[in-house]
């Protein structure tokens, strides 16, 4: 490798990690400041900030959300390094609950369950971005590379229970006041509830997958670092 196909890589590679470093610092902003002013308005207001926890925090939520789809490009290009399918599951299913269930049904924005999440996703974000921050600029620490890999063993379970619980309790709207549903040619109907419903049952098939995927990526990385450590 000549001196001048080395310094291209060296200043391609600074600047995909100052991109990513950018990128997971603007994530763990949003999610931390979404996560802060949920605490502080439940230790401020009790039960009662948790009615309106999406009129709150339900913009910087979606943006943060939005911009996430980002890493299926940056898999896709090489930026990234990670599986592609395990995190498009993992999207999907915000996106899906997020902007299909919650966002579209006004009525399903007051239940308990949307605090819930949000409070979830958001704690499960702030570690993972915290990591892949200090990661591209070469830190690490233990507590916080066995907090990452290992914290998504209880709290991504509840994701999905309290995700199915925003499901159903969203179908009785769904299907009384007829949201996200059309009527197509030669009186075919697109019911959205049924499609709920259907997603609800891969819902749990598709937990199944990401969690093998990700046991898998937290053996494999913390067996990296006890290697690194030792050396």
Request: overall charge positive; glycine content about 4%; charged content about 15%.
């Amino acid at each position: 490798m000549g001196p001048s196909v080395l310094s291209a890589w060296l200043q391609s590679r600074y600047r995909k990690n100052v991109y990513l470093f950018i990128y997971y610092l603007i994530q763990f902003c949003g999610h931390s400041w979404i996560f802060t002013n949920m605490m502080v308005r439940f230790f401020s207001f009790g039960k009662d900030s948790m009615v309106d926890t999406f009129y709150a925090i339900g913009l910087v939520m979606r943006i943060c959300q939005s911009i996430s789809l980002l890493e299926l490009v940056h898999i896709y290009v090489g930026i990234e390094s990670n599986h592609l399918f395990p995190r498009f599951l993992q999207l999907m299913e915000r996106v899906i609950i997020l902007f299909g269930v919650i966002t579209s049904q006004e009525e399903v924005q007051e239940k308990y369950v949307v605090c819930v999440l949000f409070i979830f996703w958001n704690l499960l974000d702030m570690v993972r971005y915290t990591y892949s921050m200090l990661s591209v600029i070469g830190t690490s620490y233990t507590i916080l590379t066995w907090l990452s890999q290992t914290l998504w063993m209880p709290v991504y379970p509840l994701c999905v229970l309290a995700e199915a619980f925003a499901i159903h309790q969203s179908l009785p709207y769904f299907e009384s006041l007829g949201t996200n549903s059309t009527t197509l040619p030669f009186d075919i109907s697109t019911c959205f509830p049924y499609m709920l419903k259907l997603y609800l049952m891969m819902l749990f098939i598709g937990m199944y997958f990401t969690y093998s995927h990700l046991y898998m990526e937290r053996r494999d990385v913390l067996r990296v670092f006890s290697i690194k450590k030792k050396m």
